[in-house]
């Protein structure tokens, strides 16, 4: 069965950085968009990230939100989703998820908790 | 960007009624591409209707979704104790994705 398992999060100071991965199995990865959400505490959903397929150029989309500050990657030989935040700052702090597009957000990992605090 | 704005914010009723959840867009939506997905406390959401009222695999018959444009509606016919939960919507047609703000189902 498909399994999504985040991992990465913490706590980090303002301005500092911090690498998420998520290991996929159960499926052909290389085949399915990957996505990251984010759900801050008590709050509801935002999309974060997602990345196409290498047929479709590996191309990488963001929220305005993170644009710029963090990268979406992915390493089909490793069955790899990472997310390098960089500049974080207290909004950020948050659950992150990473999930399997394929018409929709067909599957979802546990989520990583990212604390922004000094 | 396009913003979804869900009503009502929250929904009081008994298990056994009817739940109509709405999910309106400030533009149209890409090919109809907007999902539905349910969400328990503690939990990762689960998607329950893909492309408007496509339910999604293992997703009971009593879920169904509908509309197209901007308008569009999930309906549960008959409540069950473990449908009360909070739901969302999410457009998937256009880049940046975007979510609502989520509809919260709860026991009256």
């Known amino acids: 069965q498909v399994q999504l398992v985040e991992s990465g999060g913490g706590l980090v100071k303002p301005g500092g950085s911090l690498r998420l991965s998520c290991a996929a199995s159960?499926?052909?990865?290389?085949?399915?968009?990957m996505s990251w959400i984010r759900q801050a505490p008590g709050k509801g959903l935002e999309w974060v990230s997602y990345?196409?397929?290498?047929?479709?150029?590996?191309?990488?989309y963001y929220a305005d939100s993170v644009k710029g500050r963090f990268t979406i990657s992915r390493d089909n030989t490793k069955n790899s989703l990472y997310l390098q935040m960089n500049s974080l700052r207290a909004e950020d702090t948050a659950v992150y998820y990473c999930?399997?597009?394929?018409?929709?957000?067909?599957?979802w990992g546990q989520g990583t908790l990212v604390t922004v605090s000094s | 960007e396009i913003v979804l704005t869900q009503s009502p914010g929250t929904l009081s009723l008994s298990p056994g009624e009817r739940a109509t959840l709405s999910c309106r867009a400030s533009?149209?939506?890409?090919?109809?591409?907007l999902a539905w997905y349910q969400q328990k406390p503690g939990q990762a959401p689960r998607l329950l209707i893909n492309?408007?009222?496509s339910r999604a695999t293992g997703i009971p018959d009593r879920f169904s979704g509908s509309g197209s444009g901007t308008d569009f509606t999930l309906t549960i016919s008959r409540l069950e104790p473990e449908d009360f939960a909070v739901y969302y919507c999410?457009?998937?047609?256009?880049?940046?994705?975007?979510f609502g703000q989520g509809t919260k189902v709860e026991i009256k």
């Open positions: 999930a399997r597009a394929n018409y929709g957000l067909v599957n």
């Open positions: 159960g499926f052909t990865f290389g085949d399915y968009y």
């Open positions: 990345i196409t397929i290498t047929g479709s150029g590996n191309t990488m």
């Open positions: 533009q149209s939506v890409t090919s109809d591409y």
């Open positions: 492309v408007a009222s």
């Open positions: 999410q457009q998937f047609g256009s880049s940046p994705w975007t």
